[in-house]
């Protein structure tokens, strides 16, 4: 059983930059791929960015493409979003997840993604 504990969610204005971190226990980190999901009120959730278990494969939302950056650290268990040039519409409850998944083709399937964590708070007043 793999426990999530994100952290880093905050109220920013737009333009700003927000580190969110999401800290892994209870299982074999190196054994998953990682990914950010986010839900917005009144919307489904979706898929922001998964990393692979190598790190070698990273998939964006295109709606964060060249503004949000994945990554893990295979020492600390943790894996961190960074999300820089926030506008309006990323303010969202963002979800850190775990999966035995490592094929990119498989991320976009949310069902893939067995652990979530609880959720951070992420709201960029314009």
């Known amino acids: 059983q793999v426990q999530l504990v994100e952290s880093g969610g905050g109220l920013v204005q737009a333009g700003d930059s927000l580190r969110l971190s999401c800290a892994a226990s209870?299982?074999?980190?190196?054994?998953?791929?990682f990914g950010w999901f986010r839900q917005a009120s009144g919307k489904d959730r979706e898929l922001v960015a998964v990393?692979?278990?190598?790190?070698?494969?990273?998939d964006y939302a295109e709606s964060v493409k060249g503004r949000f950056t994945i990554s893990r650290d295979n020492f600390k268990d943790t894996v961190y979003l960074q999300m820089d040039t926030l506008k309006p519409e990323d303010t969202a409850t963002y979800y850190c997840?775990?999966?035995?998944?490592?094929?990119?083709?498989?991320?976009?399937?949310?069902?893939?993604?067995?652990?979530w964590g609880q959720g951070t708070q992420v709201t960029v007043s314009s």
């Open positions: 209870g299982g074999r980190f190196t054994a998953y791929a």
């Open positions: 990393i692979s278990r190598s790190g070698a494969s990273i």
């Open positions: 997840t775990a999966t035995v998944a490592d094929l990119p083709y498989l991320w976009r399937d949310s069902r893939r993604f067995t652990y």
